[in-house]
């Protein structure tokens, strides 16, 4: 008699009545969580690296007490 929940490709045979393990399930579900927090974070908090070059170099100017050169932004 033929298991119908089995499929077999290639001489491997797949059983998928076993779910898969609990701390995988628990995994999943936790990086997909993260990626969409991560994401909001990053979308809404204003963050750009045009914004963190300038802080950086409004930095270094004060710290070196130098003025930009005129005519760059």
């Known amino acids: 008699m ?4 089995a499929e077999k490709f ?4 797949e059983n998928r009545e076993n779910p898969p393990p609990t ?3 628990i995994l999943y579900y936790g990086l997909i969580i993260w990626a969409v927090i991560f994401s909001a974070y990053f979308l ?4 750009t690296s045009h ?10 100017h ?7 050169a005129s005519g760059q932004q």
């Open 23 to 25: 701390y995988f399930n």
């Open 10 to 13: 290639d001489g491997i045979k």
């Open 44 to 47: 809404l908090s204003g963050w």
């Open 62 to 68: 004060t710290k070196h007490q130098t003025t930009p």
């Open 2 to 5: 033929k298991d119908s929940t």
């Open 51 to 60: 914004g963190e070059f300038q802080e950086k170099m409004q930095n270094y």
